[in-house]
């Protein structure tokens, strides 16, 4: 099946800096990227996917990045403000028959004022 | 704005009870997932549907859990006795089905088992 790795487990950051975070996968099937960012008290909310077929989508201040050949993608969020800290989940797609996605150990992003 | 709805919110009980969580996906949505979140294991999928038909539940307990769906508007997360490993944040999520299977994640229930 499929393995995610997340890192770092835990980031800290000036407001108005950027962060990045890293995500391995290791079925070279997969196809789907989504991120998911979860505040606390509340379940994980998609922020943000990336299909195969593309290298990078941007959406305001988020972006994503997909390298297939290395098979790791990467969350980037830049101008960081207060209301991104939260926890951050990666998670990829299994294959083409399958519903399940698999899921990053998350990581919580501090964003400090 | 449609949402994915979770019963109880918080659930306190003494192990050994019987504890039924319920969840109401999104009109239209045909995949159902269940999902445990703790500090240690993370998000763990317990079990998911398609079209109300149990797909996979490998991720379960066996003897304790039970999963179900009784018709297309609620699915039920059953731990029966409960123990208190089994104190965790459970999540229901729905998505539309297809290639592409976004997830939406309901609020949760927080179960406490003593």
């Known amino acids: 099946g499929e393995n995610v790795e997340q890192h770092p487990s835990t980031l800290s950051v000036q407001e108005g800096d950027s962060a990045v975070i890293k995500c391995t996968y290791s079925d070279s099937a997969s196809n789907y990227f989504p991120w998911y960012k979860q505040e606390l008290g509340k379940g994980p909310q998609l922020i943000i996917d990336?299909?195969?077929?593309?290298g990078e989508k941007k959406d305001q201040r988020i972006a994503v990045t997909l390298n297939k050949t290395a098979k790791h993608f990467s969350l980037h969020i830049t101008e960081t403000q207060p209301e991104d800290s939260a926890v951050y989940f990666c998670a990829a797609w299994e294959g083409v028959n399958d519903y399940k996605l698999s899921f990053g150990a998350g990581t919580t992003v501090t964003v400090r004022a | 704005d449609a949402r994915v709805t979770q019963t109880p919110r918080d659930k306190v009980t003494e192990m050994g009870q019987e504890v039924t969580m319920r969840c109401q996906p999104i009109l239209g949505h045909n995949t159902v997932f269940w999902y445990r979140q703790t500090m240690m294991q993370g998000l763990e999928l317990l079990a998911y549907?398609?079209?109300?038909?149990?797909?996979?539940d490998s991720g379960m307990p066996k003897d304790r859990f039970s999963a179900e769906m009784p018709d297309a508007t609620l699915a039920t997360l059953k731990i029966q006795p409960s123990e208190p490993r089994d104190s965790a944040v459970y999540f229901c999520?729905?998505?539309?089905?297809?290639?592409?299977?976004?997830?939406?994640f309901g609020p949760g229930t927080r179960l406490t088992v003593l």
């Open positions: 999520a729905s998505g539309p089905g297809g290639p592409y299977n976004e997830q939406f």
């Open positions: 990336i299909r195969s077929n593309v």
């Open positions: 549907f398609r079209n109300r038909a149990p797909l996979d």
